[in-house]
């Protein structure tokens, strides 16, 4: 049972629009820095939203990050049969003093 | 270019032991918190332990806490993670990441391959 609570999978047409929610506690989202991964088949997982809303260099603005409280937000629009994938969300938590990892939220694009 | 290279994975008996080892470059090594992440076959991500840029501070998941150890050598530019009592359910992929910070904040801008570990008899 992970920490962090993410939907086990999100789909939608090509060109639409996918959010992925993850939902935590005060502990852990509700004061600290949320990150989000992309992991394709068979690859180390990549880094797409760091602090939140931050994209490394190399991201498109396709992707986006947001938080609210205790929860967080990946949003994906254009979506792109490549962003067929597995995405989760991490943070520290301060009560534990462990990093903890969504669930994973599978990506289909129909 | 960041590269991080692991090694030190394979096949060990229940009980057994092994070292697992990541070869950093291209950055400041000692600037930056470093973590071993793993992933069971068909599971998702999970967070194992971290180290502070110094080495002064560790941090482990409470599945692995008392049997794994967390160590650098900011010298070699070189992260380990030491292995002990391993139980079948430590099975996976070991990779080293990369903070972005030198905090501990899950954002993980550089991995490693990935080292396959397999407890099995």
């Known amino acids: 049972q992970s920490v962090l609570t993410q939907p086990p999978s999100v789909s939608a047409a090509p060109g639409q629009k996918v959010t992925i929610s993850c939902s935590g506690s005060?502990?852990?989202?509700?004061?600290?820095?949320v990150s989000w991964y992309q992991q394709l088949p068979g690859t180390a997982p990549k880094l797409l939203i760091y602090?939140?809303?931050k994209r490394p260099s190399g991201i498109p603005d396709r992707f986006s990050g947001s938080k609210s409280g205790t929860s967080a937000t990946l949003a994906i629009t254009g979506l792109l049969t490549g962003d067929e994938a597995d995405y989760y969300c991490?943070?520290?938590?301060?009560?534990?003093?462990?990093?903890?990892f969504g669930s994973g939220t599978k990506v289909t694009v129909l | 270019e960041v590269q991080l290279v692991e090694s030190g994975g394979g096949l060990v008996q229940p009980g057994g032991s092994l070292r697992l080892s990541c070869a950093a470059s291209?950055?400041?090594?000692?600037?930056?918190?470093m973590s071993w992440v793993r992933q069971a076959p068909g599971k998702g991500l999970e967070w194992v332990s971290a180290?502070?840029?110094?080495?002064?501070?560790?941090y482990y998941a409470e599945s692995v806490k008392g049997r794994f150890t967390i160590s650098r050598d900011n010298s070699q530019n070189t992260l380990y993670l030491q292995m002990n009592s391993l139980r079948a359910e430590d099975t996976a992929v070991y990779y080293c990441?990369?903070?972005?910070?030198?905090?501990?904040?899950?954002?993980?801008?550089?991995w490693g391959q990935g080292t396959l570990v397999t407890v099995s008899s």
């Open positions: 990441a990369k903070d972005h910070s030198s905090n501990c904040e899950l954002g993980f801008d550089y």
């Open positions: 180290i502070s840029g110094s080495g002064g501070s560790t």
């Open positions: 291209g950055f400041t090594f000692n600037s930056y918190v």
């Open positions: 991490g943070t520290w938590d301060s009560s534990l003093s462990a990093g903890v």
């Open positions: 005060s502990s852990n989202i509700g004061n600290n820095y």
């Open positions: 602090d939140n809303n």
